[in-house]
């Protein structure tokens, strides 16, 4: 049994993992003298027309990204005076009111979604005693989902910030005759 070691257990090894690794490997400026001419020229063609230029194009970008230390991905706004602050007619504040509402309303629905997603996550993980357990994630869910509401709810699909103004202004003046209701 030329499989087995000489005491009859597991077989010994076979090959040299060392030069294993070096059958394979291909160096265009390094001794190649143990592969054939045809595998020489099909390596040397692969890497001078497809390695070489990736590498190099790959090598700029980084080069590039380097340059830039500002992530492209963490873009930051400056915050910009709310609609209430513009002038009728200046057609440049309101519109950058109006996309700093859409930031604005973007970031809200997702501070509810992971609001949403930590209590339903609990809810999984604690099973039937999830009422108990996850009374606070329940709690903060229902105050942003509240808020949200508030904020932006019978808004529309086309909510803009004047309409979420008008809203505001609204609910405010209704507030104060609840409250001149309750002092008479």
């Known amino acids: 049994m030329a499989d087995q070691g000489d005491d009859g257990g597991p077989p010994k090894k076979k090959f ?11 160096n265009p400026g390094g ?3 143990h592969l054939n001419p045809v595998m020489k020229t099909l390596l040397a063609t692969f890497h001078y027309t497809v390695d070489k230029p990736v590498t190099a194009i790959h090598d ?11 992530p492209y991905y963490h873009r930051k706004f400056r915050r910009v005076p709310g609609i209430e602050d513009c002038d009728i007619n200046d057609q440049v504040c ?3 009111a109006n996309e700093q509402f859409k930031r604005d309303h973007l970031v809200d629905q997702e501070i509810l979604r992971l609001a949403r997603q930590d209590w339903m ?20 869910y229902d105050s942003a989902q509240n808020g ?3 904020k ?5 699909v ?3 910030a004047f309409k979420a103004f008008m809203k505001q202004k609204h609910r405010m003046i209704e507030e104060r005759r609840e409250a001149e209701k309750q002092e008479s």
């Open 94 to 96: 309101i519109y950058e």
């Open 31 to 33: 001794d190649n003298s």
């Open 60 to 70: 700029w970008i980084k080069a590039q990204q380097q340059k830039n230390k500002y």
């Open 148 to 150: 949200y509401d508030i």
């Open 121 to 140: 996550r609990c809810c999984f993980e604690e099973g039937d005693s999830h009422y108990v357990n996850c009374r606070d994630l329940k709690q903060r």
């Open 152 to 156: 932006y709810g019978d808004l529309g």
């Open 16 to 26: 040299d993992i060392a030069s294993w690794e070096e059958a394979y490997t291909y």
């Open 158 to 160: 086309y909510g803009n």
